[in-house]
């Protein structure tokens, strides 16, 4: 999963891309308004979080240019401004939930991934899928109530594909979800990724979670609840 | 002399009667000068016709006869018209048949010469002559005429009666006028009065009506005051905001440095609590300079649309959790508080009941005489029994536990600037209801 963190302060950013790097998001940053929307605009993000007092273009306005490009991905806000008018103001701008500073990790990170699950349409933190249960809280993965140890990509590979179930997702759709815009990319180690996967989900081929569409992409295709 | 109509009314009486006064005390005077000069210029004629009916008699003294009198008042006694004439030396020469047998005679006088008086109610003239007799020797008499001054008086009545009636109703009919225009041009400053009595009571946001020239710089000043009262508070808050963000994005530092790993437990443990109690004091201290409070010239708002603007953004932080809103709210209510306090008020107690509830969080509203009454009421499982102790609690920072009544707390110290009060209690969905009366 993609985020990218708009926030002015220099200290206060790195925290937040620490903490969410540290769960297994690739995570974008930019310190001021301009060229927050202009990445909010630009990359594939799973989601953005923005704080509302930012230099030379707001966070409101930032949310605005954000919809108004006609992406939907969800948005947290981050703000000082604890006033009610503020958060109302955000929320109609197109935000989808606030973080009032200061806050807990936990807390941030709670509501980073509740944002997530609504928009792919799961409402538990827990993912269940056929046999396979991924816990999105403490990125666990089981299989018929056996425990199977990911690689943090391997993870993020099977917690894109679940989010996105029943669609087709490209090889490069998720490079772009998953490499921040640093970082080196190479299409090649996804269909390493999904091989991997394969095999520790699926040892004995009963399955077939992943189906492979040529020239497409990738399909989740075990059904979900 | 608190009102201007009073004393307007008060200085143009004033002025009036002294104008009456004077202006009648000299009409007196004039018609009283010209009566008595006509008064003397009758006398006079009667002067003249008497010497045209004179002869010398047979001593060749001057005489009048009976028959030539030329008014017939002189031939009556107590007729109020009576002459005589008497010798250089003052003896009485003749008289006229009215004249009183004890009447005083008058002095001789000097050749050409007059004199008009006016003496124990009788106008009298005398005029000193020379008259040559048939035998052409000369002599000098004084002729006098006497008329009592009943008509004169009783024609000065009726002039002053006709007078004094006539100023008296036409200063009447002045002061009558004056009031009315008074009122007439007193109606704008009562239309302003009226249109202030408005803004203060919420009825409307500025003054709009159309004013003489004379008092529109005043209307604009008004306007602008109250345009400025109500920025003023914007740029406030706006100013504290601004605060509250350079305060907490350290704090929010602060804290993120706390959780990293590699922090000493036992430093952590001792930097939690007064981090904690900074922010603590920080929210509370700017939350409640943000509370504008109950304020005259607040504009009227209405209700409804703002809470639904809270709801919309409450159904977006928790649609995962399927809070059905209702806003029940009329329409056409409205309420004279500042809009962030409203705010604040709204989206304390919503989120609160939003989260503790099951599926559903109610809203109505109601006039209730001069105030609103409003409730707040959700299906979930209510207030602790220790609620109101809470509530009590949470308004002094220094016992505040965080996440715990907090938001109520914020809903009172707004109530209370407003001097209102809020009360909890069960509601027929099942849950809480706080009960705010503004």
């Known amino acids: 999963m993609r985020v990218l963190i708009i926030e002015d302060d220099t200290t206060l950013r790195a925290h937040v891309a620490a903490v969410l790097a540290e769960e297994g998001f690739a995570v974008d940053n930019a ?36 919809r108004k490009a006609g992406l939907k991905y969800p948005i947290l806000i981050l703000t000082a401004r604890d006033g009610w008018q503020n958060k109302v103001e955000g929320l109609e701008a197109g935000a989808d939930d606030y973080l ?13 991934r509740a944002l997530l699950r609504r928009s792919g349409g799961w409402a538990q933190p827990k993912m269940v899928s056929g046999p396979i249960v991924v816990d999105t809280r403490s990125k666990s993965v089981s299989v018929d109530r056996k425990p199977v140890e990911l690689t943090s990509y391997e993870y993020r590979v099977l917690e894109y594909l679940l989010t996105h179930a029943g669609k087709v997702i490209s090889k490069t759709e998720l490079t772009e979800h998953l490499y921040t815009e640093d ?29 492979t569409l040529r020239g497409q992409g990738y399909r989740w295709d075990l059904s979900h609840q | 002399m608190t009102s201007l109509r009073i004393r307007q009314l008060v200085a143009a009486s004033l002025v009036l009667a002294v104008f009456i006064a004077l202006c009648g005390a000299g009409l007196e005077q004039a018609f009283r000068s010209s009566a008595l000069q006509a008064q003397r210029s009758k006398l006079e004629g009667m002067v003249f016709a008497l010497l045209a009916a004179a002869e010398s008699n047979q001593n060749g003294d001057l005489s009048i006869p009976a028959p030539r009198l030329p008014d017939p008042r002189l031939a009556n006694p107590q007729s109020g018209l009576q002459a005589a004439i008497v010798d250089e030396r003052g003896g009485l020469i003749w008289g006229s048949p009215s004249l009183a047998d004890d009447w005083p005679l008058p002095a001789p006088m000097d050749v050409g010469v007059w004199d008009f008086e006016d003496k124990d109610g009788w106008f009298s003239l005398s005029f000193g002559l020379r008259w040559l007799n048939s035998n052409d020797a000369p002599r000098r008499y004084t002729l006098q005429v006497l008329e009592d001054d009943s008509g004169f008086l009783q024609q000065l009545r009726i002039f002053r009666r006709t007078l004094w009636s006539w100023l008296g109703g036409a200063a009447l009919t002045l ?3 004056q009031t009315l225009v008074l009122r007439w041009s007193l109606r704008p400053l009562r239309k302003l009065t009226h249109e202030l009595q408005g803004v203060e009571s919420g009825r409307q946001a500025q003054i709009d009506g159309l004013y003489p020239i004379e008092l529109m710089p005043l209307t604009q000043a008004l306007n602008s005051m109250i345009q400025v009262d109500r920025n003023q508070q914007t740029r406030y808050r706006n100013a504290l905001g601004d605060l509250a963000h350079s305060l907490k994005t350290p704090l929010a530092i602060l804290h993120g440095l706390m959780e990293q790993e ?18 603590k004091i920080t929210d509370y201290q700017l939350r ?12 009227p708002l209405a209700l409804h649309p703002l809470v639904d603007k809270i709801i919309n953004a409450l159904n977006k932080v928790y649609a995962g959790k399927g809070v059905k ?22 989206g304390n107690l919503l989120d609160n009941a939003a989260k503790w509830c099951r599926h559903q969080v109610r ?27 809470l509530l009590e609690r949470g308004v002094r920072a220094d016992n505040q536990t965080p996440g715990q009544g907090i938001g109520l707390a914020a809903a009172m110290e707004i109530v209370n600037a407003y001097e209102g009060t809020l009360t909890l209690g069960e509601s027929p969905l099942g849950g809480a209801r706080v009960s705010v009366i503004l």
């Open chain 1, 100 to 112: 009032v500073k200061p806050f807990h990790k936990e807390e941030l990170l709670a509501r980073a």
């Open chain 2, 288 to 299: 409640k300079a943000a509370t504008a409070g109950r304020r005259t010239l607040s504009a």
């Open chain 2, 325 to 346: 809103f209702g806003n029940g709210i009329p329409s056409d209510l409205q309420i004279r508080a500042d809009e962030g306090d409203l705010y604040e008020l709204f």
């Open chain 2, 175 to 177: 002061l009558l006028v």
């Open chain 2, 262 to 279: 590699n922090v000493d437990a036992g430093l952590r443990e001792r930097l939690r609590e007064p981090v904690g109690s900074i922010q």
């Open chain 1, 183 to 211: 970082e080196e990319r190479d299409s090649n180690v996804i269909e390493v990724f999904i091989k991997r996967l394969r095999t520790k989900l699926d040892p004995d081929g009963s399955l077939s979670p992943i189906t």
């Open chain 1, 31 to 66: 310190a001021e308004g301009e060229q927050g929307l202009y990445m909010a605009t630009e990359y594939a993000l799973d989601l953005a979080i923005v704080d509302l007092g930012l230099p030379r273009k707001s966070g409101i306005d930032v949310i605005r240019g954000v």
């Open chain 2, 363 to 389: 809203v109505v509203a109601a006039h209730q005489g001069n105030r609103v009454h409003l409730l707040v009421e959700d299906d979930g499982a209510g207030f602790p029994e220790d609620a109101e102790a």
